[in-house]
């Protein structure tokens, strides 16, 4: 069913979101334990669409508007949509995002994690834990009834009371039967996006993106791979959530698989 443009989820629907999230979930808690200097972002990718094939589900962003890949790698001050490439090969004290979805009988799951290669800088460890923190913090807010901005403005007050910066160009928005759905969901209070009232039943990616500088990004000449402006440190990181009547259920919850 749908509420205006936001589809509200049966419960066989959201049975297949859960699913599509375990094994997303299970991917990225592999990819974590195997990421280290020496290997490529493309090593990681084939074990994404070796795991895909194995589980016997679709890789949701190989294809997608042509991008060429299973999952998005983006080191360092890349923030977002990075390509994997056997050129790119992984070194100590690297900042990577991995971001994965799956499609499951026709149902997505979405998440993305920051691995740190030690050793770190202070600076990025810090950035890894709050950027983590944020995305908690904002779950936290999700339950039926809530603005949904309430996500967005627990996530922006965080980040920013630890002098980071979130990023405007890009945001979280509705999972399901399609990777990118309504609503958009900011991680950071606004006008220019509508603000309705969650229901239970929503699916929703919840994905803050943030920078040790400024919030600025811009696009490489590959049309995909996002960096900040001023070359600083980015991470992300990313859950599909469920709204419930009493809050929330993490569909992608590492710590469960």
């Keep these: 069913m749908t509420l205006g443009t936001i589809e509200v989820k049966s419960s066989r629907e959201i049975e297949k979101m859960r699913e599509a999230g375990r094994i997303v979930a299970t991917v990225l808690k592999e990819i974590m334990a195997l990421a280290q200097p020496g290997l490529t972002t493309s090593d990681l990718d084939a074990h994404a669409e070796r795991r895909c094939a194995d589980f016997g589900v679709i890789p949701a962003f190989k294809g997608y508007y042509g991008f060429p890949a299973c999952i998005c790698t983006s080191i360092n001050h890349e923030v977002v949509h990075g390509i994997p490439s056997p050129r790119k090969k992984l070194k100590a004290g690297d900042v990577i995002k991995v971001d994965f979805g799956a499609i499951h009988e026709g149902w997505h799951g979405d998440s993305c994690v920051t691995i740190g290669l030690e050793p770190l800088t202070n600076d990025a460890r810090r950035l890894?834990?709050?950027?983590?923190?944020?995305?908690?913090?904002?779950?936290?807010?999700?339950?039926?009834?809530?603005?949904?901005?309430?996500?967005?403005?627990?996530?922006?007050?965080?980040?920013?009371?630890?002098?980071?910066?979130?990023?405007?160009?890009?945001?979280?928005?509705?999972?399901?039967?399609?990777?990118?759905?309504?609503?958009?969901?900011?991680?950071?209070?606004?006008?220019?996006?509508?603000?309705?009232?969650?229901?239970?039943?929503?699916?929703?990616?919840?994905?803050?993106?943030?920078?040790?500088?400024?919030?600025?990004?811009?696009?490489l000449a590959d049309r995909w791979t996002v960096v900040t402006i001023d070359n600083s440190l980015s991470a992300q990181f990313e859950h599909t959530v469920l709204v419930t009547q009493d809050g929330y259920e993490i569909l992608t919850d590492r710590s469960k698989v």
Excluded: C, W
């Excluded at 809530?146 to 405007?168: K, M, T, W």
């Design 128 to 219: 890894i834990e709050i950027t983590e923190a944020a995305l908690l913090k904002g779950i936290a807010r999700i339950k039926h009834g809530v603005p949904l901005q309430d996500i967005s403005g627990a996530i922006q007050d965080y980040v920013e009371a630890n002098n980071f910066s979130v990023v405007r160009q890009y945001v979280g928005h509705g999972v399901g039967r399609n990777l990118h759905e309504e609503p958009q969901v900011p991680n950071f209070r606004t006008r220019e996006i509508p603000n309705p009232r969650l229901k239970a039943g929503m699916t929703l990616a919840i994905e803050p993106m943030v920078n040790v500088g400024h919030y600025a990004t811009r696009v």
